[in-house]
Every structure is written in C-alpha cells, then in structure tokens.
C-alpha cells in the first residue's frame, strides 16, 4: 500500500476503526511510534501520522506532518461506457483506474440491459483500494447518463469506437472523450449520431468483448 485512505485524514488526531483497523493493526501489525501515510482523497495531500495508542477496537494517531504530492498521469480520458454486467465493470474498473481514467460515464444504451443498476458505492470502495495500491492521488469521478443522445448534449469533441479503418491509433493524441459500447455494439439510431470523422477502431479481425476494448483503448491512448 502507498498510502491507506481516511476521509478525515488531515485532522490533528485520526481515529482508525472498523475495516482499516483490521487491516493496518491486526493484519499489518502496525505498533506504538509506527509513522503512516494517509490520504483523504478530496485534496491532494498525503498526510504522515504517528501511532500513538491502540486499543481492542480501535488506535489514534497524530498529524506529523503533510504535503501536497499529486500522482497522476499527464493524459486524460474521459470514458462514456455503455453499460454491462456490473460484476464486469466491478473486475474491471481498478485497472482503468490505474491506467489514469479520469472520468466514467455510464450510459444506458439501446442493448443494455434494463435489469443491469450500477452500485456507485461499491465502485468507489474498489477505486479507493486500487488508488491505495497505485499511489494515485485520486479516483475516477463516476456519472451516469440515460442515453447517447443525452451525452452527446452534455459533452463536446466526443469519439465512438466502433468498426472503422481509421486506426485508434490515429487519432490517440486528440481523443478526450470516447464512447465504447456494450455487448452487441451500438444501435443503428445511436449510430445516427456519429460524426464519421469521430469514429475510430482497433487493427483487428477480432471481436472484443466490451471490457477488453475499454482496457485496450485507454492503455492506446494513456499510456
């Protein structure tokens, strides 16, 4: 762990209980003088605290010191993703966190299925975990949009990976906001609102599953 998440880290005094006590005091052994970094992940701050009492349930520990220190990636992508099986984006979305996603839009698309309800809370406690890891001093922001058309109104210079000859590739450096589909693609009105010039594709024969074009296009783009 490069850092252990508290959203009250930055106050003189921390209290740790529940889950991150378990985890810090009982699987990590930590003891009496140990220093830990903490973040809040609402600024950009990494907090340095001292252990100074433990108890059955819980420990206390005290500010030493903080600094600003902002772990990110240089690029920015924002990813409007039709949804899919939300035990799918739940294994998946950890990774595009550590590739650097700034931002994931879930739309509800013509093949999406109705039943599929995305649990922004759970995401988050994966995020925060994966960012734990990683050292990144944020996650990625989620939303949720009703429609292709609704995101397109919400959001400028968008484009769609699809079937195309125009190579990803090509386009990697101008890409901000890209929209992927879910299983079965996209619909022939949602394809309507393409741009032709907006739309790009992967050098491949092969069908890729919606998780795997996410993974692929962000790490093109990104890294």
């Known amino acids: ?20 006590y378990k985890y810090l005091f009982k699987a990590r052994r930590q003891k009496i003088n140990d220093e830990i970094y903490f973040r ?9 605290y001292r252990v100074i009492d433990i108890t059955k349930k819980d420990a206390k520990l005290q500010l030493l010191s903080f600094e600003e ?17 939300p035990k799918i984006v739940e294994k998946y ?8 996603v700034d931002k994931i839009t879930f739309i509800y698309c013509e093949y999406s299925q109705n039943n599929f309800k995305i649990n922004m809370d759970k995401l988050e406690k994966i995020l925060i975990n994966s960012s734990s890891q990683c050292g990144r001093s944020s996650i990625i922001k989620l939303e949720s949009s009703n429609g292709i058309e609704d995101f397109l109104k919400q ?10 000859s125009k190579s990803i590739d090509s386009k990697k450096d101008e890409i901000k906001t890209l929209v992927l589909g879910c299983e079965g693609g996209f619909s022939k009105k949602e394809r309507d609102y393409f741009e032709e010039n907006k739309i790009v594709g992967f050098d491949s024969k092969l069908i890729l599953r919606s998780e795997t074009a996410a993974i692929s296009a962000v790490s093109k ?3």
């Open 1 to 20: 762990m490069q850092f252990t998440y508290h959203k009250e880290a930055s106050q003189e005094i921390l209290t740790v209980d529940n889950e991150t």
């Open 40 to 48: 809040n992940l609402n600024d950009k701050n990494i907090y340095l």
């Open 69 to 85: 220190k902002i772990i990110e990636n240089d690029k920015k992508i924002h990813l409007g993703w039709c949804l899919i099986d």
């Open 93 to 100: 979305i950890a990774s595009l966190n550590e590739l650097g």
């Open 155 to 164: 959001n400028d210079n968008v484009y769609f990976l699809d079937f195309s």
């Open 221 to 223: 783009i990104i890294v």
